[in-house]
């Protein structure tokens, strides 16, 4: 008796489905820009892979660095951790939007002053959540280490650490960070 032909019983597997692409408006640094793109593209990839805006950086892509903070209508979010198009229509300012190297933002020009880096990969998510940090405190938005929560949050180095704790820096640069930081601001005597 012939044994059984192997291949007569193999289940061939199901082709994959086709995700359509999906049509996305965003206005980054002042320009309008559409993409069409794979629907499951992070923000991220989006401005990094298709914008081809590659300073925000891509450290961990799971939520745990901050190398990839970017402002969406001017509140700092990880752009790994959301889909481009969950932002459909909204503004986003990456640290190409900023400033240039002839016209620094003044944080930039700040971490420059005070070698607020060592290799440089987490400072453009760094320098985002600054800006965006500044604002929060500016705006009266308490944070973990706020103590009265009914006065506006007092502009103090313990504030700004625990605000800036979701940005990792692997080289260890925080002191100079904070002291840029705080050269651009008026802190309390
Ligand atoms: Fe987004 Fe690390 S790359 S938090
Ligand atoms: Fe190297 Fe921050 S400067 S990781």
Redesign the pocket.
Known sequence: MQPPDPTSRRILPEAAPVIAPAAVSLRVNGEDRVLDIDPRTSLLDALREHLRLTGSKKGCDHGQCGACTVMVNGTRIYACLTLAVMHDGDEVTTIEGLGAPDRLHPLQAAFVRHDG???????PG?ICASVAMLEEIKAGIPSHVTADLGAPPALTEEEIRERMSGNI???G?YSNILEAIKDVVEMPA
Do not use: E, P
Request: with cysteine; net charge positive.
């Open positions: 880096y060592q290799c440089g990969y987490c400072t760094q820096c692997r080289c640069a």
